[in-house]
């Protein structure tokens, strides 16, 4: 970067090298919900950006109960919730997210980013190890940057060299891994590697934020296990949430700073969670996921998850596929680019939803076909 003298000549050179990178961001205002948005202009687009992945978010059930949270709760919590802002509708979601994951209790935050972390930067201190993978989501990484621990990157998915981080250390351990990769739509081996953990006494947290397509897991025993959640995805709300042992949970609740010095979720966020939750674990969730499972395979057969990649490589080619794709096709699919995701591997990510209809998603395949997509 060239000298500079003052702040707002710093800014324009930072602000110059990005764009001449081809990473230049802005922001999109979208009107109406669901998979259709109205541009600006008034043009209507499909999204195949959003990770409202049920359609949850647009249910009438989850509405009404926001609604009703409002008109007796208030719109915001007030304060942190060891301050004044706890609420029984806090506790009864904590509970709920508790049963569904099979854990002993769980501990609500503003953001799955917010989880990551709290979790990461109260538990990985001292000693231990931290084990992360090399295509974790941000706020894994950010979290592995505010702990006192020793981090090392893993190989993608390399079991083998998780497992041998872990023998070369000589003290408390913990892998933390996305459970499916947002980026990829990948998925890592659960089993093998809780085994790997259980066998070796490594804490395992997982990042189950985009996991809507995989089957409920149980951990093996003898496995001490961590699990961080959103709302903001297959329950169409906002907030995250960590589960697992009551002591754990305990330990976050007096150590976790995150949590300690934020504002609790909001009264409306946390009762549309609340109703997304019975939906999800009823009749018509298992119907909504069978759903999105069968357009999933419409477009790729097989892939584990509804994050779909069409890889372009360069970042101005990525982006002039998705300029071309909303100006062309009407579709809103985002061009992923550095810093995001590794120089030369930029993408069109797709992800999919039970609410797009079958002509949508005919609409997608065809407009996938003719850049070389799926």
């Not at 990473?23 to 979208?30: A, D, G, K």
């Not at 093996?220 to 995805?233: D, F, P, Q, Y």
């Not at 680019?337 to 591997?345: F, L, N, Y």
Request: aromatic share 4%; hydrophobic share 45%; proline share 6%.
């Amino acid at each position: 970067m060239p000298r500079v003298t003052t702040w707002a000549e710093r800014v324009a050179a930072v602000n110059a090298e990005v764009a001449a990178a081809g990473r230049w961001r802005t922001l999109r205002p979208l009107g109406g919900g669901g998979p259709v948005h109205t541009l600006p202009d008034g043009r209507s687009v499909v999204s195949f950006a959003s990770n409202d992945y049920l359609g949850l978010s647009q249910h009438p059930a989850v509405g009404a109960a926001a609604t009703a949270a409002i008109e007796e709760w208030g719109t915001g919590a007030g304060a942190a919730r060891l301050i004044v802002g706890d609420r029984p509708l806090h506790h009864r979601l904590e509970a709920g997210l508790a049963e569904w994951k099979g854990t002993e209790d769980a501990l609500l935050f503003p953001t799955g980013f917010a989880a990551n972390l709290g979790v990461l930067s109260a538990l990985a201190t001292g000693d231990v190890l931290v084990v992360s993978d090399e295509r974790n989501h941000a706020s894994i990484i950010d979290g592995c940057r505010l702990a006192r621990a020793q981090v090392v990157v893993a190989r993608h998915a390399d079991l083998g060299h998780i497992a041998g981080l872990l023998d070369a250390h000589r003290g408390p351990a913990i892998v933390v891994s996305d459970v499916v990769f947002s980026m990829d739509g990948d998925v890592i081996d659960l089993d093998a590697l809780g085994h790997m953990c259980a066998d070796r006494g490594a804490l395992l947290i997982l990042d189950e934020a985009h996991a809507v397509l995989q089957p409920q897991w149980r951990p093996t025993a003898g496995l001490e296990v961590v699990r961080v959640g959103t709302m903001s995805k297959t329950l169409g709300a906002l907030g995250g949430f960590v589960a697992g042992s009551r002591a754990m949970i305990e330990l976050l609740v007096n150590t976790s700073r995150p949590f300690i010095f934020t504002t609790a979720p909001s009264p409306p966020d946390v009762a549309a969670a609340t109703a997304a939750l019975e939906i999800v674990r009823g009749p018509e969730g298992a119907v909504l996921v069978s759903r999105l499972r069968s357009l999933v395979d419409r477009i790729a057969p097989g892939h584990p998850s509804p994050i779909i990649p069409v890889i372009i490589g360069d970042e101005r080619a990525a982006t002039a596929a998705s300029d071309t794709l909303l100006a062309e096709q009407g579709l809103l699919i985002p061009a992923i680019r550095p810093p995001t995701v590794a120089p030369g591997t930029s993408r069109l990510r797709v992800a999919l939803s039970a609410a797009h209809t079958d002509d949508q998603i005919e609409l997608l395949a065809k407009a996938l076909a003719g850049i070389g997509g799926c």
